[in-house]
């Protein structure tokens, strides 16, 4: 399909909410994330039909030039919030609180609501146990919350570097804990980043909220990808990701072909997937 000539049959012609995407997991409809921070490719987004925008502190790494999501500011996450913001209407989105602004309830509270303030419709916070507290406190005063369990980026010093999470049995037992304790303390959203395709399948079947998988296999309740992997903008491409610029040919279409592909169960292939 030509850039500009996106069909209006491809956009968004209500407001997705969390109602939605839990409607849609019970039906086993998959939908469509993408990790995006400014307004034209939001825009974009609305008009292929993507369901999800995350503006994800990757903004640190993937435009700031950064080499990790560490030094990210909230006053970035707010200055990019507001720009998805402003180029989309019907897409549910969620902004990521940044590191250490969220060590405490009280502190996730006060930065959460500038994020919601800002624009966004949930927040997004890296971690497990540690959190359930918070994600009751944020949920039972209106702001729904997005969990992120397995590679959590801001903890890449305590890893020691970006690795794959959960591939012992007692990590993967973990991981599958805490999601069951996110789950019950009111998480709306849990993205699974980087964990074996079992694991991601046995949480998906055991949570009541719609997991995101990157990186963890084909059996999660949807995808996401960040734009400049979609694009082939990254240098080292992580072994998930795909360029589906290239054989789309612009922009448009390879946002339409990721989408089509996550919801016919295509993407993620074999190729994409870890053990
Ligand atoms: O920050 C981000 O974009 C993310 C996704 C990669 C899940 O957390």
Not at 90 to 112: E, H, R
Request: aromatic share 6%; proline share 5%; charged share 20%.
């Amino acid at each position: 399909m030509p850039y500009g000539q996106i069909s209006a049959a491809t956009a968004l012609d209500k407001n997705i909410t969390v109602t939605t995407l839990r409607k849609m997991k019970q039906t086993g409809e998959k939908f469509v994330t993408v990790a995006l921070y400014d307004a034209p490719m939001a825009a974009m987004a609305q008009q292929t039909g993507v369901e999800v925008l995350l503006v994800g502190d990757s903004l640190g790494m993937t435009v700031l030039g950064y080499k990790t999501t560490i030094p990210v500011t909230m006053e970035q996450m707010i200055y990019h919030v507001e720009a998805v913001a402003r180029g989309n209407d019907k897409s549910l989105i969620m902004g990521d609180l940044p590191f250490m602004t969220y060590a405490t309830p009280q502190q996730a509270l006060d930065n959460a609501a500038r994020i919601m303030r800002a624009g966004a419709n949930m927040v997004k916070l890296e971690g497990g146990e540690w959190l359930a507290e918070t994600v009751q406190m944020l949920t039972q005063r209106g702001i729904p919350v997005c969990a992120h369990l397995g590679l959590t980026p801001q903890s890449v010093n305590i890893f020691g570097g970006f690795r794959a999470q959960g591939k012992t049995a007692a990590e993967a037992e973990k991981i599958f804990y805490d999601a069951q304790l996110l789950d019950e303390a009111g998480a709306d959203l849990l993205v699974l980043e980087c964990v074996p395709v079992a694991l991601a399948k046995r949480i998906t079947e055991n949570v009541s909220m719609p997991t995101i998988g990157i990186g963890a296999g084909r059996d999660t309740d949807a995808q996401v990808l960040v734009i400049n992997d979609i694009l082939g903008l990254t240098p080292q491409p992580p072994k998930f990701s795909k360029n589906f610029l290239k054989e789309a040919g612009d922009i448009p279409s390879a946002l339409l072909k990721y989408a089509d592909d996550v919801k016919k169960g295509v993407f993620p292939s074999d190729e994409h997937t870890f053990g």
